[in-house]
């Protein structure tokens, strides 16, 4: 009796292996001949169609989150709310904040004023930087129609110098100076106005799109390796009769 019920187990067996072996020859034959395959969602209650059987991936997560297998056609991973936020560490920023009431502000961002009247702006230029920088220095140059005071409103560190084109309607350049091993933050606040021209009259005198700033560069240095950094353009439009 032992030998037969050995040999039933065998049969078993063997029956099994080919029956293996012939479902994973029809599910080859399947693939071959292009059949779609599904997925049920339970949210929507509806069969989704999957682009075809695909190797299995892990997903792993930070804090509670879950980990495990999944399709990879098929993503569904479940992430906990811890999430790293790298902060910049280096800014540049530069703004222009008006300071008498003729003064508009379009949509685009583009200062109005009349033609022929006295209109005045704080500039605000600030940087920062986590790492230490070197040979730091702030360059901004503004238009022969306007004046800039002198000294500035304020400086947080450096020292600033200003430098005058030739002429009797002069261009302003101003020259932040904060030098090495700069970190941390830095500001300077300047008082930029419209001035009147060698004739007397008060500019912006013909109507049109003007430069309040082209935008203030930045030049400094990391590492040995030198860097140029420059801000965006402010724009002035004045209207009036010509």
Known sequence: MGS???????????????FKSKLFLVLL???????????????TGQWESLEGLN?????????DSISGY?????????????AVI??????????????????EILPDGIFRIPTHQYAEW??????????????????????????????????SQGTVNYTYSPGQMKKVTVIWTIGDSFSGDAEL?????????????????????YYLNKGA????????????VTTEEILVTAYGEK
């Open 122 to 155: 704080k500039i605000i230029v600030k940087i920062s930087s986590t790492n230490p920088i070197d040979d730091v220095v702030i360059k901004d140059i503004f238009e022969p129609q306007l004046g800039v005071q002198d000294p500035p409103i304020y400086i």
């Open 55 to 63: 190797p299995y991936g892990s997903a792993e997560a930070l804090g």
């Open 189 to 209: 606040i300047l008082k930029v106005y419209t001035k009147p021209n060698p004739a007397g009259n008060q500019e912006f005198t013909s109507p049109g799109t």
């Open 70 to 82: 999944c399709n990879k056609g098929t993503w569904e991973i479940s992430v906990s709310t811890k």
């Open 217 to 228: 560069t930045l030049n400094y240095t990391l590492g040995g390796t030198g860097y140029s």
């Open 86 to 103: 790298e902060v910049p560490e280096f800014s540049f920023v530069k703004i222009a904040v008006p300071v008498t009431t003729n003064i």
């Open 4 to 18: 037969v019920v050995v040999s039933k187990k065998k049969l078993v067996g063997r029956w099994v292996m080919g």
């Open 29 to 43: 034959l399947l693939l071959s001949l292009g059949m779609s395959f599904y997925r049920y969602n339970t949210e």
